[in-house]
Each structure stands twice: as structure tokens, then as C-alpha cells.
């Protein structure tokens, strides 16, 4: 069965902070993993990674993958009132047809 | 350009009783996947279709059913409510039937079991 683990659970930071967000996952045959951004209800897509190594880059956030070590980890620099958000990462089964997500991280910025 | 349109946004119910969700994916999106979210968890898979045909079901009792229509449009129906029911049910869309990449999500809709 495919797993998804994110940690920290839970974080606050101040504005101008950087924080790392970690996934860690187990999936048969991986494919892509994917992180999405959750504000109030609607999770938004941010980035899909599937090759080792390879950092991409929107403005502030950026991630990166090691699929060797099955691990991701999503950076946000210069942190913003704004990116307060539950952050949820998330792989897709063999099959396609559907993605596993892990339990999420809850980001508190503070002005 | 309508993103994924879900209704009703808010609704509850008593135990035992039924409930009827709504979704219209983006235009052009062939596939719906309905996904739970219980409170201070991620969203877990339900079910998956496309083209009108089941493509994925996830781990959930049987009082749980979908189905897509000729416009791609789906529903969920959940019987016989439980309390452990309320939930944020999530709809996605996608191009494909195959989900390796992104879904699009509704804003969802709120169920609380009483």
C-alpha cells in the first residue's frame, strides 16, 4: 500500500522566516510526486517533481526530490502572512487513477 | 474560465439520512475523482471516473456510489449517514484518466453528520 508522510505536523514562523517542509513516501512504481497548497478548502496545485535532483522554482517556493531516498522537501523563503496554509504533498498509485496524500503541514506565518 | 464547480458548500444531515453531492469538472476534463477530507487530515481517495466508467475506488463501505454523466458532470451519493461521514468532500478534475500529474480541486463541500 502506497504511504505518504509529512513532518512537521504543525509550524509557526515569523515573517521573513524560511521554513522546509519534508515528504517522505513509499509508492509502488513511482511516477510523480505532487505538492499542493490548501488555504481554506480547494488544495492548489504547486509543483510536480519527478526527477532526481532537478529543484523547481515558483518566486519564493521551491522543491526538489531524491527518489533514492524517497524523500521531497518544499522550501519557502522570505516567509509571507500569505502563505499560510495547510501544504500536502501527494504521489500517484500505479494505476493512475489516484493520488495518495499525507496528513499535511500546517504553516502559521506571523506578521 | 469555471474551475470545478461543487454543490451545495455547506449541508447537514442527521444519522441515517442521505446525501446527494454535485461536481462539474473543468470544460474539457474528462475525468472526476471525489476524495474525503476529515478535519486535520489529507484528503483520501474515493473514487476515480472516466469517460463514465469507474476507473478507481478507493477504501470506503459500499454506502458510498458515484457516477458520471454524459457531460462529464458527477455525483455522490453517501447512504445511511454516520457521524464518522462529516467531512470536506473534494471533487478533481483532469484532462486524462490517468492521474500522474495535476488535479484540479473544487472548493468542496461541507457535510456535517448530527
Known amino acids: 500500500e502506497d504511504k505518504v508522510v509529512q513532518s512537521p505536523l504543525s509550524l509557526v514562523v515569523h515573517e521573513g522566516d524560511t521554513v522546509t517542509l519534508n515528504c517522505s513516501y513509499e509508492?509502488?512504481?513511482?511516477?510523480?510526486l505532487l505538492w499542493y497548497k490548501q488555504e481554506k478548502k480547494a488544495p492548489t496545485f504547486l509543483f510536480m517533481l519527478?526527477?532526481?535532483?532537478i529543484e523547481k522554482k515558483s518566486g519564493r517556493l521551491s522543491s526538489i526530490l531524491d527518489k533514492k531516498e524517497l524523500f521531497s522537501i518544499l522550501n519557502i523563503t522570505a516567509t509571507q502572512t500569505g502563505d499560510s496554509a495547510v501544504y500536502l504533498c501527494a504521489g500517484p498509485n500505479n494505476a493512475g487513477n489516484m493520488l495518495t496524500f499525507g496528513g499535511g503541514t500546517r504553516l502559521m506565518v506571523k506578521p | 474560465d469555471a474551475g470545478v464547480t461543487q454543490s451545495p458548500t455547506h449541508l447537514i444531515k442527521t444519522r441515517g439520512q442521505h446525501v446527494t453531492l454535485r461536481c462539474s469538472p473543468i470544460?474539457?476534463?474528462?475525468?472526476v475523482s471525489w476524495y474525503q477530507q476529515v478535519l486535520g487530515q489529507g484528503p483520501q481517495f474515493i473514487f476515480q471516473?472516466?469517460?463514465?466508467?469507474?476507473?478507481g475506488r478507493g477504501n470506503f463501505p459500499d454506502r458510498f456510489s458515484a457516477r458520471q454523466f454524459p457531460n462529464y458532470s458527477s455525483e455522490l451519493n453517501v447512504n445511511a449517514l454516520l457521524l464518522g461521514d462529516s467531512a470536506l468532500y473534494l471533487c478533481?478534475?483532469?484532462?486524462?484518466?490517468?492521474?500522474?500529474?495535476?488535479?484540479?480541486f473544487g472548493e468542496g463541500s461541507r457535510l456535517t453528520v448530527l
Open positions: 471516473y472516466y469517460e463514465k466508467e469507474e476507473r
Open positions: 519527478t526527477s532526481s535532483g
Open positions: 509508492v509502488t512504481n513511482f511516477r510523480s
Open positions: 470544460s474539457g476534463h474528462k475525468s
Open positions: 478533481a478534475s483532469s484532462l486524462h484518466g490517468r492521474n500522474t500529474g495535476e488535479l484540479f
